[in-house]
């Protein structure tokens, strides 16, 4: 928060006073001291607000994104109904991977650790890429409300070209650090089939696109 507010001030300050060169011409000089006229001030001043508007909260989310170096490990709090998991992700640049119908970027997870959070038969069918089941749910009211929830994700790895990934949208998901977790929105939960860590430190891939959007 005080970057941000460090980043607003200076970009405020330096494009207030840019503009008003501009709009004003060379401000007058007397004593070591810049004369600037209040009629340009002001007007400069009401353009770098809004410029600032434009650009600190893009700027403030690609900077929290960095912020979380390549390798870290950070807990993860993903939410389906009443129900909620708490697991670890690795912090990992490589992971790109972006739902083609929506956008949104996926998040990788063990299919073990989102087990809670899904119905038995919903999560049968996520870990077998089981489309069908949803496409053949007719008038299935249990089945109906994970329409518009599963996404396929094809991805490409080491001896699989073509490979398939198949990813649910959570109600909710908190990624960060111990005692400030944040809400990020139009996250995929893509669902894993093997062990991602070999030790069991982590068990999710959270990717730059996902932290931009804290």
């Keep these: 928060r005080w970057g941000m507010m460090l980043l607003s001030s200076f970009l405020l300050a330096g494009s207030t006073y840019a503009l008003s060169i501009l709009l004003e011409g060379t401000p007058a000089m007397y004593g070591g001291l810049i004369y600037i006229s209040p009629q340009g001030i002001l007007k400069a001043f009401i353009l770098s607000a809004g410029l600032c508007i434009l650009l600190v909260r893009p700027i403030g989310r690609i900077l929290s994104g960095k912020a979380f170096k390549e390798g870290s490990i950070i807990p993860v709090h993903i939410t389906m109904g009443n129900k909620s998991v708490r697991l670890n992700a690795l912090v990992d640049t490589g992971n790109s991977l972006i739902d083609p119908v929506t956008g949104y970027p996926v998040m990788v997870v063990e299919a073990e650790s ?81 062990k991602l860590s070999n030790n069991s430190k982590y068990s999710a891939l959270v990717g730059p696109a996902t932290l931009s959007k804290i």
Excluded at 139 to 151: T, V
Excluded at 154 to 171: A, H, V
């Design 114 to 194: 989102v087990k809670p959070i899904l119905p038995p038969e919903v999560y049968s069918s996520v870990v077998a890429n089981n489309i069908s089941y949803y496409a053949s749910s007719g008038e299935d009211a249990a089945r109906k409300p994970w329409l518009k929830r599963i996404h396929l994700i094809p991805y490409k790895s080491i001896g699989k070209e073509n490979g398939m990934l198949t990813g649910f949208r959570p109600d909710a998901v908190r990624v960060g650090k111990e005692g400030s977790l944040k809400e990020v929105k139009d996250v995929i939960i893509g669902v894993c089939g093997i």
